[in-house]
């Protein structure tokens, strides 16, 4: 009895690391499923319908079912979609986690049909600026959790269990290829693989890449034991089964091939060794194994070709030759070939370590740089084992053999999808294989006091990432924006306080920068007040426009990037919330040019009066928009001045300078319409937006005739000028007709500000000064009268008398 006791200590010391490793992940898992609101996986919608079915009809689904949606008080609400949605397209999917699922949770009601409302304008759906979150999450998933919250919560408990399980196959891979004598390593190795997010991820949400994530590690335990030592042909027979079954739970499963195939040809090689007593006993067993492993999966196949008539529905690129799409290799060149080879190998990298949420989640940027130099050093530690500990010559093999592996199954993805690079979550059956080279080429850095420093390092450091994404990606991510305590305003908002019906009030409005360039960001903040709930989920719209009409982009969504739809407001709520978009490119000859944010808030899909209507404080009309003060368009550059040494004609203060003007008639008539071309170079930023004033006086300095009109016109104010920006304006001017008396006449010119009514000084060295202003040009006018005799004939007159 003490001998068993003792025995039993033992073993727990061994395995008390792994013990806490697996502990410390399913508390992970469970952290990443409460903090995940439902739906905000890839398809987690319909994964959960796809058990729904199972549960209510005790069938498979039709591969091209649509499930019909629950009604909807949201009048913004598309009308088909109250009846009806897309085909729920993971009903094509292998059946076998949707199977467990559904026998693991009989006893489960999932009969509540709610779901959270889609979010039509998410990133998801094309809208960049739109937010990650593909539903409109309300008070039904907050805590305690009932009906399909409460379903969907405990279901995902199940995908957490497998991903253990996965682990536990990790783990006693490790104790096989880390062998003889104790090590950490092994656990260690089930470390960085269950902490990476992307695994984390995928144990904590309704999808079946954690099922055949899990399978695939196990076949790779079960093909490593089969080769560790002799030949074990049982061991390389639940390989295959794992295989199989990895394949009708998802079809990325077909990744562990080439890993099984190696290993029946190693398992072949050794028995041929032994001789042909113990080879032609290996060929039986293996052809017997290859036979139940072919079976297993093709009930499925067959079955969707009698039903469907093909073996992979709405799947072309797995039925199309590998032929073929090496051809489409000759498409490219060269340097177009290597950089798109780059580019998929740097996604894979990415997404391998995670692509969360709706598959648009990406972890930070800088982290992300981390993990790059992170991988680089254990790249430079498989290079240095190799080369200095070669007592350790099958592990520096099993080095090589891994990476060639990652390499084959990188590309066979690749072909698999139709040259596209594979997202990380494809190659979870083979996790283990880049946890072992982890912990391989970390383990590199050790002292003699510290063997396994380099080893721990690494775990630690991936599971410091996997308990940083919780609070610093998927919380940030899905978080409704802060509530204000009050109205008041911050420096640089604009005032705006219009109600948009008796909905809320847009209380005001920011626009950075003031000035922008086509293709650069525009963030536009808008403060809101809530006057009432409502059901329905409207849109705002944020758009820049020139007062021409001209449109320069924009962005439209529901606000709080959707984690804060106008269904979710109530009364009081005040919140900042900003949009974000590029500039689109300009027309020829638009440029610099003078735009305003228009901001709108409406239904998609109302069959009338799609526009919210805007109001002012009084309650009075204002149009069915919101304007912002005018910024400026144009590139950060100024204009080049023009070509020459000619001194200006005139200068307006230290701000604006007159290089010339060009319209001038030498022979002015009565009636003349003047188009004159004015080129102006601000000298400095103006300070205001100046008007022109033309002015024709006779002889006596009296007026006679003028104009005054903004420079521009108000396209492209003169507040808006850059310091040595040049402006081409041009302005007109009707002569009267017969108003004015015969004599000499003058046409002055000069700024001023509308504002205050001040003009802005003409500079001594002006061409042709005048008290008026700068003078343009002198005309003599002479008026001539024309006169007509009348000739009274009498009636009763003779000719010719």
């Not at 200006?648 to 319209?663: N, S």
Request: glycine share 8%; hydrophobic share 45%.
């Amino acid at each position: 009895m003490v001998q068993i006791v003792e025995a039993a200590r033992l073993k727990a010391r061994t395995h008390r690391l792994a013990v806490v490793i697996g502990l410390v992940f399913v508390g992970l898992a469970l952290w990443y499923n409460v903090t995940l609101p439902i739906g905000e996986s890839d398809n987690e919608a319909s994964h959960y319908r796809y058990i729904q079915y199972i549960k209510t009809y005790r069938d498979l689904p039709p591969a091209f079912y649509q499930w019909p949606a629950p009604p909807s008080t949201d009048q913004c609400q598309s009308p088909s979609s109250t009846d009806v949605q897309d085909p729920e397209h993971q009903f094509r999917q292998p059946p076998l986690y949707y199977l467990l699922t559904s026998v693991a949770f009989f006893w489960l009601d999932t009969s509540d049909p709610w779901w959270p409302p889609t979010n039509h304008y998410s990133v998801h759906s094309n809208h960049p600026d739109g937010g990650y979150n593909v539903a409109i999450h309300t008070e039904r998933e907050a805590f305690p959790y009932q009906g399909t919250t409460l379903a969907v919560r405990l279901i995902r408990v199940l995908s957490s269990l497998f991903g253990l399980l996965g682990l536990i196959a990790v783990y006693l891979t490790g104790r096989l290829i880390f062998q003889p004598g104790p090590s950490p390593l092994p656990a260690l190795m089930m470390a960085v693989v269950g902490f990476v997010p992307t695994y984390t991820f995928a144990a904590s949400v309704i999808n079946n890449d954690i099922l055949v994530g899990a399978l695939g590690l196990w076949c790779i335990y079960f093909c490593a034991l089969s080769v560790r030592s002799g030949v074990r042909i049982r061991s390389f027979a639940l390989a295959t089964i794992c295989m199989a079954l990895a394949f009708l739970t998802k079809y990325n499963g077909v990744i562990l091939l080439p890993i099984v195939t190696l290993t029946g040809v190693v398992l072949l090689v050794r028995s041929w060794r032994a001789g042909n007593a113990r080879l032609n006993r290996s060929l039986r067993a293996l052809g017997l194994i290859i036979a139940i492993q072919t079976l297993l999966p093709s009930w499925w196949l067959l079955r969707n070709k009698q039903l469907y008539g093909d073996y992979f529905i709405n799947y072309p690129n797995m039925i199309q030759p590998f032929t073929t799409k090496i051809s489409w290799l000759g498409a490219f060149t060269v340097p177009e070939l290597v950089t798109r080879l780059t580019n998929g190998v740097k996604f894979t990298f990415m997404t391998f370590w995670g692509l969360l949420g709706a598959d648009f989640v990406v972890l930070p940027e800088w982290l992300l740089n981390l993990l790059a130099i992170l991988t680089g050093l254990v790249v430079v530690g498989i290079i240095y084992q190799r080369r200095v500990r070669r007592e350790s010559g099958s592990l520096n093999r099993l080095a090589l053999i891994s990476l060639l592996v990652i390499v084959i199954n990188w590309w066979f993805l690749y072909f698999l999808i139709n040259l596209q690079p594979a997202r990380g979550r494809y190659l979870l059956p083979m996790f283990s294989v880049m946890g072992f080279l982890l912990i391989w080429g970390s383990s590199a850095l050790r002292t003699r006091r510290f063997p396994w420093l380099g080893a721990y390092l690494t775990a630690g450091a991936i599971m410091a990432m996997g308990l940083f994404v919780p609070l610093g990606v998927l919380r940030p991510t899905y978080a409704t924006p802060a509530l204000a305590a009050d109205a008041a305003l911050l420096p640089g908002e604009q005032g705006t306080y219009a109600h948009f019906g008796d909905i809320a009030e847009l209380v005001g409005i920011e626009v950075e920068p003031a000035s922008v360039a086509p293709f650069e960001l525009l963030d536009v903040t808008l403060v809101w007040r809530a006057l009432k709930t409502t059901p329905n989920n409207y849109v705002v719209g944020v758009h820049l426009m020139a007062a021409d009409k001209t449109y320069f982009g924009g962005a439209a969504h529901l606000p709080g990037k959707g984690n804060f739809a106008t269904s979710l407001w109530q009364p009081g709520d005040i919140f900042r919330d900003r949009y974000r978009f590029y500039l689109q490119a300009a027309p020829p000859g638009t440029l610099p040019i003078a735009g305003q944010v228009k901001i709108s808030m409406y239904c998609p899909n109302a069959n009338s009066q799609p526009d919210i209507p805007v109001l002012d404080a009084a309650g009075n009309a204002q149009g069915d928009a919101v304007y912002s003060t005018p910024i400026r368009i144009g590139l950060s550059a100024p204009n080049p001045p023009p070509q020459g040494d000619d001194p200006p004609l005139a200068r307006f203060g230290d701000e604006i300078a007159l290089q010339r003007v060009t319209g001038l008639s030498p022979g002015l008539h009565l009636g003349a319409e003047l188009a004159l071309d004015f080129t102006w170079q601000a000298l400095a930023h103006p300070r205001a937006d100046y008007t022109l004033y033309l002015h024709l006086l006779d002889g006596q300095g009296n007026f006679q005739a003028g104009a005054d009109k903004s420079l521009t016109q108000e396209r492209y104010p003169s507040g808006m000028w850059l310091a040595g920006e040049t402006i081409t304006d041009t302005h007109r001017l009707t002569i009267p007709v017969a108003t004015l008396p015969s004599g000499t006449y003058q046409l002055t010119a000069g700024l001023y500000d509308p504002v205050t009514q001040e003009r802005l000084p003409l500079s001594a060295d002006a061409a042709q000064a005048h008290p008026d202003g700068l003078l343009l040009g002198t005309w003599q006018f002479t008026l001539y009268h024309a006169f007509t005799p009348m000739v009274i004939i009498s009636p009763t007159a003779k000719p010719g008398k």
